[in-house]
């Protein structure tokens, strides 16, 4: 059977063989940018990731309130490293831990709902959405109402813009979301609640706090980084347990499987397919000489497919002996959120399985949403039996 997204993962394939490390002129970043370096091979990419005094993260363009601008993951030290330290004072390893009974909780009531006797559920809306929304939504302290306001919101950011409409969403999204926060924000101000954003105006280092701009620029990536990667990540888990029945048996019979099989995922799948930095200085990679000032985009959803650190790369394996992926990154801007995605989807796979069985495809057509910076599933139809 055809794999999903088959032509873009022949494209790493081509291109890791042939062409590892190339320039293209026309090539539309998901910010609105055009033109790119194209980086394949995992040694590249991890060489792009770990070297951040050469690839910076400051890529995004100057304008007025683009509020990823303002973000950890788009500042390099040392504005990233106090950014980094002040929000890990209050999102911590723990503090996501002590998620989980809540998340179990949640995502209980949510299966009671969806799993019903018709056999039949649309995975991705009734299961992949809500579920990461939600916990983000607590972290944040966002009220159910407009939970469906920020799916929008989040999803026109991320979408690969084609038109200059479609660009202008994007700065659009994010004005609105901004708006939206800095009312929170001065409300926790004045009365803090148990939420992130009320711990992330308390919290200092030498003396210094975040400003309103640093904190508006958090709240935005948390529900970037946080949300579609976590959905997507959902979604091809459960369609990858679609493609393979013997997994799903093996999972049954070995729950504890499932952290492997949710890694492999990571890896075959990955949420986040490349990230961007800009050329701080000309240099050279895989023989081809990078200018000062250009954009490159690392894709770590093809280092993730590397033969010569996966063999077999392309098939599911959840005995391989590598599984160091670099889907949540790697080097200074590692995924600050890894231990709470894998809570989540550790947690929902186990009690999702727990609950049934037999997963198949309504059917075999089964589109990627218009985005290449994420491997998202529009709609996943699926039928399943209760164990
Ligand atoms: C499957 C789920 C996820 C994937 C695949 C993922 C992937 C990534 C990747 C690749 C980066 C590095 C970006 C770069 O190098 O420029 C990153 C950074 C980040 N992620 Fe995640 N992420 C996931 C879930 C989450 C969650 C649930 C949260 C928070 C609730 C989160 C918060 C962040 C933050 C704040 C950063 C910026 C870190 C920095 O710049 O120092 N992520 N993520």
């Given at each position: 059977m055809k794999q999903l997204g088959e032509e873009i993962f022949t494209w790493f394939k081509e291109s890791r063989q042939n062409n590892p490390v190339y320039y293209d002129k026309d090539y539309a970043l998901w910010f609105g940018a055009t033109g790119t370096w194209h980086v394949f091979r995992n040694e590249d990419v991890r060489y792009v990731f770990s070297n951040h005094q050469i690839f910076s993260?400051?890529?995004?363009?100057?304008?007025?309130?683009?509020?990823l601008d303002k973000a950890m993951s788009s500042n390099d030290p040392p504005f990233h490293r106090k950014l980094r330290l002040l929000v890990s004072q209050a999102f911590t390893p723990k503090a996501m831990m002590d998620l989980q009974p809540w998340i179990e909780e949640y995502v209980d009531q949510l299966l009671d709902q969806v799993i019903t006797d018709s056999g039949k559920m649309e995975f991705v809306r009734d299961i992949a959405v809500p579920i990461p929304m939600q916990v983000i939504a607590r972290m944040l302290g966002v009220p159910n109402k407009d939970h469906a306001m920020f799916k929008d919101w989040s999803f026109k950011i991320v979408k690969q813009p084609t038109n200059e409409a479609e660009a202008k969403e994007f700065i659009e999204a994010q004005q609105a979301m901004g708006e939206y926060f800095r009312e929170v924000i001065k409300e926790r101000t004045e009365k803090p609640e148990n939420d992130i954003i009320s711990q992330l105006i308390q919290v200092e280092l030498d003396g210094q706090k975040l400003t309103e701009d640093e904190l508006l620029g958090f709240c935005v990536v948390l529900l970037l980084a946080g949300n579609e990667t976590t959905t997507n990540w959902l979604s091809s888990t459960i369609l990858t347990l679609a493609e393979n029945p013997d997994i799903q048996e093996r999972l049954a019979k070995n729950p504890d499987d499932i952290s492997l099989l949710l890694e492999e995922v990571l890896r075959l799948r990955?949420?986040?397919q490349y990230q961007t930095r800009k050329a701080k200085q000309d240099v050279v990679l895989g023989g081809q000489t990078i200018k000062k000032g250009d954009l490159v985009a690392a894709w770590q959803a093809s280092a993730n497919r590397d033969e010569s650190v996966?063999?077999?790369?392309d098939q599911v394996d959840?005995?391989?002996?590598?599984?160091?992926?670099v889907a949540f990154g790697h080097?200074?801007?590692?995924?600050?959120g890894a231990p709470l995605a894998r809570v989540e989807a550790s947690v929902t796979i186990k009690k999702l399985l727990e609950r049934i069985k037999n997963i198949r495809l309504q059917s075999e057509d089964i589109e990627l949403n218009q985005s290449t910076v994420t491997y998202s599933i529009k709609e996943l139809p699926i039928r399943f039996d209760r164990v």
């Open positions: 993260s400051e890529y995004m363009p100057k304008v007025q309130d683009n509020y990955s949420p986040a996966f063999p077999n790369a959840l005995d391989r002996k590598n599984m160091d992926h080097g200074i801007h590692f995924c600050l």
